[in-house]
């Protein structure tokens, strides 16, 4: 993501907060979305991957986020730690944002992690804030999945992958996005897996 990002690309839309449309959530996670998964894993192909998007798309994720910058171990009113989105790097230097499609395998990876719900273009921006070309989707299983490119750079503009007739894909733009663009609410462009 080192190329000129377009507008709204990296929005500052947060993680967290209370949020009514989750009260009741138990984290528990969307049998349809974890058999997409599974689906996109068993038969690799880019039908199966991006059907595995679109059900990501309709589903809320959980992002783990971690305490950090108090590493002190005694009483001390001047420390401050926050809580932090996790990213991983690698030695090359890119990074990913994880999120989870259940407690159970957010659980599996960490089990001190906070969970904090949000949706998949929501990710995206952290992602984009944060400099992180990837977000990895139940990094430590049952089926591991990786958003890259520019199928992340839309999703972070706000937009969510859809299935069309006969076998296409196309852009729903949220009620975000179209604050951002004036674009028709559906955009016709076939993604890239």
Request: proline residues 7%; glycine residues 8%; charged residues 20%.
């Amino acid at each position: 993501m080192t190329k000129d990002l377009p507008p709204g690309f990296g929005a500052n839309r947060s993680l967290g907060g209370y949020s009514g449309e989750y009260a009741d959530d138990d984290g528990s996670p969307a049998p349809q979305t974890r058999e997409a998964l599974a689906a996109a894993v068993e038969a690799p192909g880019q039908q199966t991957y991006l059907d595995a998007v679109v059900q990501l798309c309709l589903s809320r994720l959980l992002v783990p986020l971690m305490a950090s910058g108090d590493e002190t171990m005694h009483h001390d009113p001047e420390r401050h730690a926050e809580m932090a989105a996790v990213l991983l790097e690698q030695a090359n230097g890119q990074r990913a944002v994880l999120a989870f499609t259940g407690i159970d395998a957010l659980q599996a990876w960490n089990a001190k992690a906070r969970p904090v719900p949000a949706t998949l273009d929501v990710v995206a921006d952290v992602a984009a804030q944060s400099s992180a070309g990837t977000i990895l989707i139940d990094f430590a299983g049952p089926s591991p999945l990786a958003i890259d490119g520019e199928l992340l750079e839309n999703l972070a503009l706000g937009r969510r992958l859809v299935a069309l007739a006969e076998g296409s894909y196309g852009w729903l733009a949220t009620h975000q996005s179209l604050q951002e663009q004036t674009d028709p609410s559906v955009n016709r462009q076939e993604p890239r897996g």
